[in-house]
């Protein structure tokens, strides 16, 4: 899908260029991805492979958020947090009693929600996550990983044990350390991020990082004469992975917004109940 939405938040204005695409993939039967695309909120869910219901509990993620937000344009970190533990309940409500390990449902979230202008009167992005799904941000120049994955191998690679290209072929790779519907709390990791300029914001299950470099994903993005704008971006790497082997499901959401008196992406304070989020290296 594409769509390209004009916002006004307080004396601010911007653009969204949105695009988003899903694939199941050349191997797998079911596609356990899914997707939020706005206005307010952004999200990629990917039910977890192997255990139950792992397209069910992505499905209820986006149904909660979307139903929290309706046709909502900005919101607040609180409003965000407490949407994702409702989340996180429909998801735990999938998993029968007296269930065994294989029939927990489970799944990982990541993505962006605009916020409203704080105190100083400047809108920011809200950048979250629980599991390995990611969050990429390109400004122009460089491709940042916003996200950190909770992953056996994120782990092992904070911990100096092994690199990110080691990374890549470990039999641990797949193995997440949180999801959504494993325990009462989500417990989420939040980035506020200033609003300004162009920015182009990648959100993505990790169908498309297994097939993908950040350098190819760079490389996609390039290829396009104006980036932020609605040009079937997602469509064109959730493409890129499938021909590059799609070993399972790829799920992309893009979102470029081209900002009117938005500042130049200063620094925006963490509100004291999100300030126990580890800073991205």
């Avoid at 996180?88 to 962006?112: F, M, S």
């Avoid at 990648?202 to 993908?212: A, P, R």
């Avoid at 104006?226 to 992309?252: E, K, Q």
Wanted: some cysteine; aromatic content about 4%; overall charge negative.
């Amino acid at each position: 899908m594409e769509g390209e939405l004009a916002l006004s938040l307080g004396t601010h204005s911007v653009r969204l260029f949105v695009s988003a695409s899903s694939d199941i993939g050349s191997t797998r039967e079911v596609n356990e991805d899914s997707y939020l695309a706005g206005p307010a909120v952004f999200v990629v869910a990917d039910g977890m492979g192997g255990h139950a219901h792992g397209d069910r509990a992505s499905a209820a993620v986006v149904r909660v958020l979307s139903e929290h937000y309706g046709n909502q344009v900005s919101t607040t970190s609180s409003s965000v947090l407490a949407s994702i533990e409702v989340a996180n309940t429909a998801v735990r409500a999938l998993t029968p009693n007296g269930r065994q390990d294989d029939e927990i449902a489970g799944t990982t979230l990541t993505g962006i929600a605009l916020l409203v202008p704080g105190s100083d009167g400047l809108p920011s992005w809200m950048a979250f996550n629980v599991g390995d799904s990611r969050t990429y941000l390109w400004q122009g120049k460089t491709l940042d990983q916003i996200t950190i994955d909770h992953s056996a191998v994120q782990d092992l690679i904070d911990s100096g044990l092994i690199s990110r290209a080691q990374a890549e072929n470990h039999p641990e790779r797949n193995i997440v350390t949180r999801a959504m519907g494993i325990d009462d709390e989500p417990d989420a990791d939040v980035w506020l991020i200033p609003a300004g300029g162009e920015q182009l914001f990648i959100m993505c299950s990790d169908g498309l990082t297994k097939e993908l470099s950040d350098a190819q994903i760079v490389e996609i993005i390039g290829d396009s004469p104006d980036p932020f704008a609605s040009d079937s971006l997602a469509g064109r790497l959730v493409d890129a992975a499938v021909t590059a082997g799609g070993r399972d499901n790829v799920t992309v959401v893009a979102v470029g917004a081209v900002w009117t008196d938005a500042g130049s992406g200063g620094s925006t304070p963490m509100p004291a109940f999100l300030e126990e989020t580890a800073p991205r290296k």
